[in-house]
């Protein structure tokens, strides 16, 4: 019998994604579900909600909610993560608050500048306490992990927890896919795509509709005059814009993207933040809405007799299948760069299309991406790569060069600045970050 465990299972809404797609295939009707979580409460929901997914499918897995992660892991054939390590309060607060104070502005702040290297710092050695717990009681299990900043995680992870089967999961490859799809009007199941890059920096190399016929359609033309002529969405003009300056599409959403690099946030250029829609403080803003509607959510929960449960579109429960069925499947897995991308760094954490099988995940080569893309990339690259040996080494010299790198943080602020900064976030972040203090 499967034993899946659910990490972070306290993210509710997430949760029942990743449950739902699980128990809506068959063979795993009699699954043990494991759901873990530090926050007693949040678990509780959960538990309920995994329960309910159950009795509406008419299925009879096997839930486990435990606030012991052995007890979670131990046996466990798939473990999922989906933690947010300091919580919003304080950690992610802190992320965007301190840079307000020197004139750094973000959006999300989960992948790259200073917030993103702060989540990495904190967010890592949790992960390896993780791998060092299924070393001890689940050693052949595979690691899917939902975890941001993505990059950073998947890279320290491979080169500190090397014994550890892993992969990273996203959902921007395939829900931008179902975007421009929409965008055009069309059926996204007529599309078809090649996707590669770093995560939250992959670009489509290729973006095609299959006709009934067997014709293959070259989307590219009509995303680029939707881009032209300002048919794009509003709330999308970032990625348009570097579609425009590309010619390639970016498979992270603008909000994201406008962080990622130089030109679209600028403190004394609010006329571009208003030009390209940039939502500053979005992930704040989210997070508030969450946490307010949350007693709201789980009261709807818990009075449903019955959830409806649909195919969420997450890689996980796909990956499950075919493990255990061998029956392969291809989804965009965040993976090491040994030989698969040829103008990125070897050992960096890319994502490209992956074969599952029951072998388990198996990269695709790609070869050379365009070269302005990966020069784009490498300055993310750059960023990553600093975190992570700030990560092998606890050097905190090393946390100042990531920012020092980062391209919206240099574009920003000057060097003693960017020291400065350093050092408040890390001195703020206190506890959280005990290697660098």
Not at 177 to 203: R, V, W
Not at 229 to 249: D, S, W
Not at 331 to 359: F, K, Y
């Amino acid at each position: 019998m499967t034993k899946v465990c659910l990490i972070g299972a306290g993210s509710t809404v997430f949760m029942k994604n990743i449950v739902g797609d699980v128990l809506l295939n068959d063979m795993f009707a009699d699954c043990t579900i494991a759901l873990h979580d530090i926050d007693p409460e949040r678990l509780a929901t959960s538990n309920m909600v995994a329960q309910k997914i159950a009795s509406s499918l008419n299925v009879s897995p096997t839930i486990l909610a435990t606030e012991d992660r052995i007890e979670a892991l131990r046996d466990a054939e798939f473990v999922i993560l989906m933690i947010q390590v300091g919580g919003f309060e304080p950690c992610t607060v802190t992320d965007f608050e301190i840079p307000k104070k020197y004139g750094l502005r973000q959006t999300i702040a989960d992948t790259l500048g200073v917030g993103g290297i702060m989540r990495g710092l904190r967010t890592v050695p949790v992960l390896l306490d993780i791998a060092e717990d299924m070393r001890q009681h689940c050693p052949n299990a595979l690691m899917l992990q939902y975890v941001n900043p993505m990059a950073i995680n998947c890279w320290a992870l491979a080169q500190l927890a090397p014994d550890i089967r892993q992969v990273g999961l996203c959902h921007s490859v395939q829900g931008t896919a179902f975007e421009l799809a929409q965008d055009l009007g069309e059926d996204f199941k007529s599309i078809q795509y090649q996707c590669a890059g770093i995560n939250h920096m992959s670009f489509y190399l290729s973006f095609e509709k299959r006709h009934e016929d067997g014709r293959i359609e070259d989307l590219y033309p009509r995303l680029k005059d939707l881009a032209v002529t300002g048919g794009e969405p509003a709330a999308n003009k970032v990625r348009y814009e570097m579609l425009k300056r590309t010619g390639y599409f970016v498979t992270e959403s603008s909000e994201h993207f406008a962080e990622y690099v130089p030109w679209f946030i600028k403190r004394d250029r609010p006329d571009l933040i208003d030009e390209f829609n940039v939502p500053l403080d979005e992930y704040i803003r989210r997070c508030e809405e969450q946490i307010a509607g949350w007693r709201a959510q789980e009261k709807e929960l818990a009075d449903a007799n019955k959830l409806t449960i649909s195919y969420s579109g997450e890689y996980a429960a796909r990956i499950m299948r075919a493990v255990k069925t061998g029956r392969p499947t291809v989804i965009n897995g965040n993976v090491p760069n040994h030989g698969l991308i040829d103008n990125l760094p070897e050992g960096a954490s890319v994502e490209v299309p992956c074969l599952i099988d029951h072998r388990g995940v198996m990269p695709t080569r790609v070869g050379a991406l365009p070269p302005h893309l990966a020069a784009m990339m490498q300055t993310n690259v750059n960023v990553q790569s600093l975190a992570v040996e700030a990560l092998a080494t606890g050097k905190r010299e090393h946390v100042y060069h990531a920012a020092m790198m980062d391209p919206h943080t240099a574009a920003e602020l000057s060097l003693d600045q960017i020291w400065a900064l350093t050092d408040d976030l890390i001195e703020a972040h206190g506890e959280w970050l005990p290697a660098f203090h």
